[in-house]
């Protein structure tokens, strides 16, 4: 069975710090990832998702970037973080090529910036 | 633009009574729906979706959501709420040909006992 992992759990970094937070996919290949952010225990803001390895929309700009080195792999990162980048970071993966499938989430990371 | 509605911010019923969180979309074409439920400071759980055919589709815990095209609503019902599934659900959606999942600002259930 497919699995998400998503790590760390909890992170406070100060203001300027550069920032990686790595989410891994288990049991798929090609999978297409997503990186969400909730603020506020709210509503979802959608910030990259890939459909294969180096490729990356973004859908918001702003102090944050992302990687995709391996085929099961999604990096979030930033150089300088921001008060702004608080909140609560969500990975999650679909199976590529079924048109009706789905998301699975990772159980997130919640970033404090100090 | 695409969008997801979830109407309400939060929403209280009694425990054994009915439950119907609500959601609206504006979406063109045929999108593909789900809801998903989320408990704090985890990450969200699928519950159902809807893709074609009947216009009421059953899910995990109970839950089912009745899809209405020409209201274009997707509510989520339980006929008997219990206290447990207290909890933060989100209404989304994938527009037809895009990878991209859209989501409602979510809905707080708190279920009373």
């Known amino acids: 069975s497919q699995t998400i992992h998503q790590w760390p759990a909890t992170l406070v970094q100060p203001v300027g710090s550069p920032l990686s937070l790595e989410c891994t996919v288990e049991?798929?290949?090609?999978?297409?990832l997503y990186w969400y952010r909730q603020a506020a225990g709210r509503g979802l803001q959608l910030l990259f998702y890939s459909v294969g390895i180096g490729q990356i929309s973004s859908e918001v700009p702003q102090n944050l970037s992302a990687s995709r080195p391996q085929d099961r792999q999604f990096i979030l990162s930033s150089k300088k973080l921001l008060l702004s980048d608080s909140g609560f970071y969500l990975c999650?993966?679909?199976?590529?090529?079924?048109?009706?499938?789905?998301?699975?989430f990772g159980q997130g990371t919640r970033l404090t910036v100090v | 633009a695409q969008s997801v509605a979830q109407p309400e911010d939060q929403v209280n019923v009694a425990e054994g009574n009915p439950l119907t969180v609500k959601c609206t979309y504006s979406?063109?074409?045929?999108?593909?729906l789900f809801w998903y439920v989320q408990y704090p400071n985890r990450g969200l759980q699928f519950l159902l979706k809807y893709i074609t055919g009947d216009n009421l589709v059953k899910g995990s815990y109970g839950f089912e959501a009745e899809f209405n095209k020409s209201q274009t609503s997707f509510h989520l019902k339980k006929p008997s709420a219990l206290v447990s599934d207290s909890a933060l659900y989100f209404c989304a959606v994938r527009p037809p040909g895009t990878y991209k999942y859209i989501f409602g600002t979510g809905t707080r259930l708190k279920v009373l006992a």
């Open positions: 999650a993966w679909r199976q590529s090529g079924e048109m009706n499938t789905e998301a699975f």
């Open positions: 979406v063109s074409g045929n999108p593909y």
């Open positions: 049991g798929t290949s090609n999978p297409n």
